[in-house]
Nanobody, 120 residues
């Protein structure tokens, strides 16, 4: 079992930055690939970014490439999402997720989500 808790969401103006954190309660954090997903009102949940177990590989949605950076600290059981140059269309609930396999889907464990609102 993996419990995930997100933090760092909030309200920011377009062009601003936010950093999301995901804290994992597991003794084997490095055994899990991690990812950020988001879901906007009326839309399906979508992958934002994923990172491999070691952190050596990352994958980003086209819409956030060059603006968002995913990272992890296996010693601290923490994953981060640095979001820069935010746009109103980035407004959504952001979820962190964990899975033994580095992939774009099929994640087994989810956090409760944190709201990100970008005003124009």
């Amino acid at each position: 079992q993996v419990q995930l808790v997100e933090s760092g969401g909030g309200l920011v103006q377009a062009g601003g930055s936010l950093r999301l954190s995901c804290a994992a309660s597991t003794r084997t954090f490095s055994s899990y690939a991690m990812a950020w997903f988001r879901q906007a009102p009326g839309k399906e949940r979508e992958l934002v970014a994923a990172i491999s177990r070691s952190g050596s590989s990352t994958d980003y949605a086209d819409s956030v490439k060059g603006r968002f950076i995913i990272s992890r600290d296996n010693a601290k059981n923490t994953m981060l999402l640095q979001m820069n140059s935010l746009k109103p269309e980035d407004t959504a609930v952001y979820y962190c997720a964990a899975n033994p396999r580095f992939s774009r889907q099929g994640y087994d464990y989810w956090g409760q989500g944190t709201q990100v609102t970008v005003s124009s």
